[in-house]
């Protein structure tokens, strides 16, 4: 049964969703219910028939899947609906295309004896796994289900969860990860610890070979946080998930801090304060709905190209707009989203982590219908200065697209770093220099349009010609300086008056607040107007689409963590 807070969702309306919702068994399996903490294999207590022994052994594997299917029960999975929560397999339904879910270990049982643990057993353990289409393409799945002793890790979770990463390094799909997990579980002792060490390990060498998406549904505590903090991406529900290392009540013990769970690590943390989580979204299936859209943008592997999706939205559409939107003021903020929507396939941009360093945009979009990563600066906020959070976020991203053959666009509208005592102290050095870093090691193309400031170390960290840009355009009110022309005049010039301060000023900005100088030196390829912007870009993707560029071999760089 749907529960009542989830029935008015438009995807529950259709027909479509009704065919993949996972049927209630029949009343066999009702009766059974009350069998589920008894082993799975102890089929002597089943009624036995004067039949054939196949045609006996199908009956018992009948109602063992039928088992498998329900988890830990109805009464379990009612109470996860009055929670506002999906089931792993109802999860599982709307992630996956209809008919497409081949599952894996369905009858896999944990193997541990100790607390009573040989009487608490259940068809497949707490996990279901297995591969399906998102739009006709190959991923791995596997969904924590919670209503098997709480979703917690043992061995056999631990088994099923590294089949299936196996199998997708071998065939080079995806792999995405529904949490909903209490953490280990502590009757199963080291088993677990191993259990999850096994799964970080297949994290670290999937990296940059397969993308990873984790999609957390409920809590995800303890050792379950570190598997998606290795993945490329984490999806939030609101109001029902939570990551935590440590949960409310250790942390009381330990610091004597009154925390509730969502306040210690719910998806308002983690989309907007920590940056854990590159998205939040509303309870329960929106997650699940971004995620498959999300996967649209993805290849499925290093070796594949990124998906082309068919559009009718011309290369030579001009959007006349765009002169308009970037004030005559220098220090007047605009946003950037309605450049970056006009340039774009459809006006469609999905954002990663849009409430987390709003200063730095960072998302997924189409030019023609290719898959492009943006970055981009965001003058409406810290007037889109770098600071350490947003050099962390486009740094990560910046090396995901690189990682993936993702083609790289730069909007840069930069006055420098963030200048500030909190900030030299946090170490803006340090993190600054990962963006640095990230764009220089980029091999991926880098197409790079500058529609303002571009100022001092700034300027040479956002995708300029000097770190190997392929494509560096500016628009004709663009500025290409150290600094602003106020500033500079202040420390070239001490002790003038006012009078002859503003002559100097209005000397540098003639000299400086244009691209021509850098024109001229060969640092940008053309200036050109904002409405030949999309074409533009358009026709260098074309030209890259056979870029190749290999980096010094090395085992790997140390890059400043």
Excluded at 144 to 169: P, R
Excluded at 500 to 520: G, I
Aim: glycine share 8%.
């Amino acid at each position: 049964m749907i529960p009542a807070i989830m029935r008015s969702h438009p995807l529950l309306q259709s027909a479509r969703f009704a065919a993949r919702t996972i049927p209630r068994v029949g009343a066999r399996s009702a009766a059974a219910g009350g069998a589920h903490r008894a082993s799975a294999h102890d089929l002597s207590a089943l009624p036995v028939q004067p039949q054939s022994r196949v045609a006996k052994f199908r009956e018992d594997l009948k109602v063992l899947r039928e088992r498998a299917l329900l988890g830990g029960g109805q009464k379990r999975i009612d109470s996860q609906h009055k929670k506002g929560k999906l089931s792993a397999r109802e999860r599982l339904s709307i992630l996956i295309d209809e008919g497409s879910f081949l599952e894996y270990d369905q009858l896999l049982e944990h193997r541990c004896t100790e607390f009573g643990m040989e009487k608490d057993k259940y068809p497949g353990d707490s996990v279901i796994t297995g591969q399906g289409l998102i739009n006709g393409r190959l991923v791995f799945v596997f969904s924590h289900d919670f209503t098997v002793l709480g979703g917690s890790l043992g061995e056999a979770q631990s088994l099923k969860i590294q089949k299936i990463m196996d199998k997708a390094m071998l065939m080079g799909a995806p792999v995405i990860g529904l949490n909903d997990s209490g953490g280990a579980r502590i009757q199963e002792g080291v088993d677990s610890l191993g259990g999850y060490a096994e799964i970080f390990q297949r994290n670290v060498l999937a990296s940059g070979v397969i993308p990873q998406i984790s999609v957390i549904m409920g809590p995800c505590a303890g050792g379950s946080v570190y598997s998606p903090a290795l993945t490329d991406f984490i999806l939030m529900v609101e109001d029902t998930s939570q990551l935590f290392v440590t949960g409310p009540q250790v942390v009381k013990t330990v610091t004597h801090e009154d925390v509730t769970a969502a306040e210690l690590g719910g998806a308002h943390i983690h989309s907007q304060i920590s940056g854990v989580a590159s998205l939040a979204a509303p309870p329960p299936m929106d997650a699940l709905l971004s995620a498959r859209r999300l996967f649209r943008y993805l290849p499925l592997n290093n070796r594949d190209p990124p998906p082309r999706r068919f559009t009718t939205d011309s290369r030579d559409r001009q959007e006349m707009s765009l002169a308009r939107i970037v004030p005559d003021d220098p220090n007047t903020p605009y946003d950037m989203h309605e450049i970056i929507y006009k340039i774009v396939d459809d006006n469609d941009f999905f954002e990663i982590m849009p409430n987390f360093a709003k200063n730095v945009i960072a998302g997924f979009a189409r030019l023609e219908g290719r898959t492009v990563g943006v970055v981009a600066n965001q003058p409406a906020h810290l007037a889109g200065c770098l600071d350490i959070d947003g050099a962390c976020k486009a740094a990560r991203f910046v090396r995901f697209c690189d990682a993936f053959n993702i083609p790289l666009v730069t909007m840069v509208d930069v006055p420098g770093f963030l200048p500030g005592v909190s900030q030299e102290h946090r170490g803006i050095i340090r993190h600054g220099a990962k963006l640095l870093y990230a764009y220089a090691e980029a091999t991926v193309p880098k197409l790079t349009v500058i529609t303002r400031k571009a100022y001092g170390g700034a300027y040479d960290v956002m995708a300029s010609k000097h770190l190997r840009g392929d494509i560096n355009l500016a628009w004709p009110n663009s500025e290409i300086a150290v600094m602003g022309a106020a500033g500079a005049v202040n420390i070239i010039f001490r002790g003038l008056d006012k009078e002859q301060t503003a002559k100097e000023v209005e000397n540098y900005s003639r000299l400086f607040a244009n691209p021509l100088t850098a024109a001229r030196r060969g640092f940008i390829d053309d200036v050109i107007e904002p409405h030949l912007t999309r074409t533009r870009l358009c026709m260098e993707l074309d030209a890259l689409l056979n870029k190749k560029l290999e980096n010094p071999w090395k085992k790997h760089g140390n890059i400043p963590l």
